[in-house]
Structure formats: structure tokens, C-alpha cells
């Protein structure tokens, strides 16, 4: 698995998860079997991107902008569900995942409109629309795709956990689905919605997608 999630990390992710969540509610039952779930559902076997590794990617993408967010624990609550239910052979994922966030945070008493927001920016991920959202939720969006504008090495290596992941779709119609998708981010006015990530990554992302496509053609 190329983004194969460190074991040393294993342990510092299982905290984070456990902190936020005994910050809402005092069920350890709840908890425990919450955190159960999350963390088989990002240990599944055909994840080769979107797994625990991505979420302590973001976890940290997000630290650094900790002072910008209105409401970081939201936000670190969004990082944990956005990609916990997730079927290559599926096209509802995001809601899904959303549906799952609702129905753990309202089992923990989590406030109505924290929910909701929460939920919103999940369902948000599903085509990186800001609409509806507030600067928290675009700058969630805008670390979600933090990937595109790393490095060419970091790039390429998602570019092939992505295509393991869709590894059962044939090579012909995997590449026809992926340059479509590439191509609508790419005729984007803006690929990042915040300024804070804009400057630093609009320019390598699009040089990122600009490549790929190349080789898909």
C-alpha cells in the first residue's frame, strides 16, 4: 500500500479520536465502540489512499491552521467521518459518511447546529462545492485536496493509490472517468477557495493535474 499508515502513529491517532470524542459526551460505551468503528472502516483492505493515513495528513494540515478555524473541534470531528464509509463501487459515499457523522454525533448529545454543520461539509466533499459553507468548511474542502499540490513525487504516488483503489475498473474507462475529473478541476477559476492554502498550492496543483492528464492521454 503506498500511503500505508504508519504503526508509530497508530497509538497518537487512537488519543486524538478518543479526546475529541470524551469532549462530547461522557458514554464511554459510546466511545469505544465509535472509535471501533472508525478505525476498521480506515483499515479496510482497499483503501490505498483513503485511509487512516490521509486522516492523519489532514489532522495535521489542519494544526497548522488551528487559530484560523471558528470551530477546530468541528472541523477535526469532519476530518474523522468525511471518508469513513468508502465503496470505489459506489457513487454515495460522502452522504453516507455524513449519515454515519449524524447519527454517532446525535447519539453523543452533540449540539443540533454543530451537527449540521459538520454534516454540510462532509456532503460538501462529494463535488467540492463551498456553497452553503462557511470559511471553516472551505478551508476543510481546500485541505481535502491539499494532496494535489504537493510535491511531483507525493503527487505521482496518489495518482497510482488512487488508480489501486479503482484498480477493478478497466484500464480504458479508469483513464476516460480520471481525466474528466482532472479536467473540471483544472477549467476551475480557482481550485482553492482560502487564501492560506491558494498561495501556497493553487500553482503546483494545477502543474500536478496538468501532468497527469498528459499521461492519461
Not at 452522504?95 to 446525535?106: D, G, H, Q, W, Y
Request: glycine share 2%; aromatic share 12%.
Amino acid at each position: 500500500m503506498i500511503f500505508q499508515t504508519d504503526k508509530n502513529i497508530l497509538p497518537k491517532l487512537a488519543e486524538n479520536l478518543n479526546n475529541l470524542l470524551q469532549n462530547l459526551s461522557d458514554n464511554p460505551e459510546s466511545i469505544a465502540r465509535i472509535c471501533g468503528f472508525i478505525f476498521t472502516k480506515y483499515s479496510e483492505k482497499h483503501r490505498a489512499y483513503h485511509s487512516l493515513s490521509h486522516i492523519n495528513a489532514l489532522l495535521s494540515h489542519a494544526e497548522n491552521y488551528q487559530e484560523k478555524f471558528m470551530d477546530f473541534e468541528g472541523v477535526q470531528l469532519a476530518i474523522w467521518f468525511h471518508d469513513v464509509i468508502y465503496n470505489t463501487k459506489r457513487f454515495d459515499n460522502e452522504s453516507e459518511s455524513a449519515k454515519i457523522a449524524v447519527e454517532f454525533l446525535s447519539e453523543l448529545n452533540v449540539p443540533k447546529d454543530k451537527i449540521e454543520k459538520i454534516d454540510r461539509m462532509i456532503t460538501a466533499t462529494a463535488k467540492h462545492d463551498s456553497n452553503g459553507l462557511d470559511f471553516d468548511g472551505k478551508l476543510f474542502l481546500d485541505l481535502d485536496l491539499a494532496i494535489l499540490g504537493q510535491n511531483e513525487n507525493v503527487y505521482l504516488n496518489y495518482s497510482k493509490a488512487i488508480r489501486k483503489e479503482y484498480s477493478f475498473v478497466p484500464w480504458f474507462l479508469y483513464k476516460r472517468s480520471r481525466r474528466k475529473i482532472l479536467e473540471n478541476f483544472l477549467q476551475r477559476e480557482i481550485i482553492y477557495f482560502t487564501e492560506e492554502i491558494r498561495q501556497d498550492f493553487e500553482t503546483p496543483a494545477r502543474l500536478n493535474l496538468a501532468n497527469e492528464i498528459k499521461t492519461l492521454s
